[in-house]
């Protein structure tokens, strides 16, 4: 029934009633937020860690590709994923992957014995050096050919190429297709030795390029 004021009657609010019950205890769902914060950091150092490793072997890779002739890698890989094919390592598979090694490895090797030359003409012309000069591929060449001793093959040279060999092959070996094609039943063991195996060749490689400077200009290389 409702009054109204002239009868003086007041009307109270009722105040807000403490509760004098102890708290209750957090619930799993409140705790979960600072579990997942802490799953998600861990998660994230992870995927740094694991980001880090890619890092550092494409920055080896990089490295190594530095005493490679240019065109040979991008080669071998270009060939590589056809003969590998669907992952089925046929005897034919595994013998056109060794043919396809030994064209890259030797290429490695003998562009380290071609050098070039620029003509007073202002073209470049390439040649393959021996102990008496350079002889270039042209032979119907009426342009002077340079006599100089640096055209001549040396002790060097053959540091190079072998150092650059070991590099392709060290890279090569690196491919998880290689190994399981020519050695499937030491597939395990071959990736944890070529974890750190490209990466010594890069340390000792980058020792005797200190040591014995190339100063060719051949196939592969820069131009003189």
């Known amino acids: 029934m409702e009054r109204s004021e002239e009868s003086g009657i007041r009307i109270y609010t009722p105040s807000p009633q403490i509760n004098r ?6 619930s799993q769902s409140t705790l979960s937020p600072p579990l997942s914060a802490a799953n998600g950091g861990g998660r994230k150092k992870l995927q740094q860690t694991l980001t880090k490793g890619v890092q550092k072997t494409l920055s080896k890779t990089s490295m190594l590709v530095n005493f490679l002739p240019t065109g040979t890698l991008l080669t071998f890989e270009m060939v590589l994923p056809s003969i590998y094919g669907k992952g089925r390592c046929l005897a034919v598979a595994t013998l056109m992957i060794n043919i396809l090694l030994a064209i890259c490895t030797f290429s490695c090797f ?7 030359f620029r003509a007073p003409d202002g073209k470049i012309y390439y040649g393959f050096v021996t102990p008496s000069g350079l002889k270039v591929f042209k032979p119907t060449l009426t342009v002077e050919v340079p006599k100089d001793d640096r055209y001549k093959v040396g002790i060097t040279d053959f540091i190079h190429a072998m150092m650059s060999s070991m590099v392709f092959m060290a890279i090569a070996f690196s491919d998880h297709r290689v190994t399981y094609c020519l050695f499937p039943e030491h597939a395990k063991e071959m990736d944890e030795v070529m974890q750190s195996f490209p990466l010594m060749v890069g340390i000792v490689c980058s020792g005797l390029f200190l040591v014995f400077p190339n100063t060719r200009y051949g196939i592969g290389c820069l131009s003189a």
């Not at 019950?21 to 957090?26: A, F, I, R």
């Not at 003998?110 to 070039?116: A, C, G, I, R, Y």
């Open 110 to 116: 003998f562009f380290h014995f071609t050098d070039s």
């Open 21 to 26: 019950d102890p708290p209750s205890p957090p």
